[in-house]
């Protein structure tokens, strides 16, 4: 998958996501979480990804069971979006005319 600006900038970053006892709130671990969307195998835009941890990532992602019904994570998830969007701007990688 091909690196963006926008991928590399979840480097070192706070988990967006922030799953209650899920989260490990490791920015080691942090990565531009995407929802699929597309097709199969198809990523959504960079825009509608979130920074999230590794166990964050994997609940939003089905890999990890969780006490959260798919609505829940989704909502998490779309949260998570929205504050990593005020990020991007923030860092001049996203901006709104």
């Not at 890999?63 to 998570?80: A, K, S």
Request: with cysteine; proline share 2%; hydrophobic share 35%.
């Amino acid at each position: 998958m091909k690196q963006t600006k926008i991928t590399k900038s979840a480097r070192g970053e706070d988990c967006q996501i922030r799953i209650p006892n899920i989260c490990n709130f490791n920015p080691e671990t942090t990565v531009l979480c995407h929802k699929n969307g597309g097709g199969a195998g198809m990523k959504s835009n960079d825009i509608h990804g979130a920074y999230g941890c590794s166990n964050c990532h994997d609940a939003v992602d089905g890999r990890m069971n969780t006490v959260f019904n798919v609505d829940e994570l989704d909502v998490m998830f779309y949260e998570g979006i929205f504050r990593t969007q005020l990020i991007l701007i923030d860092k001049g990688l996203l901006s709104v005319k």
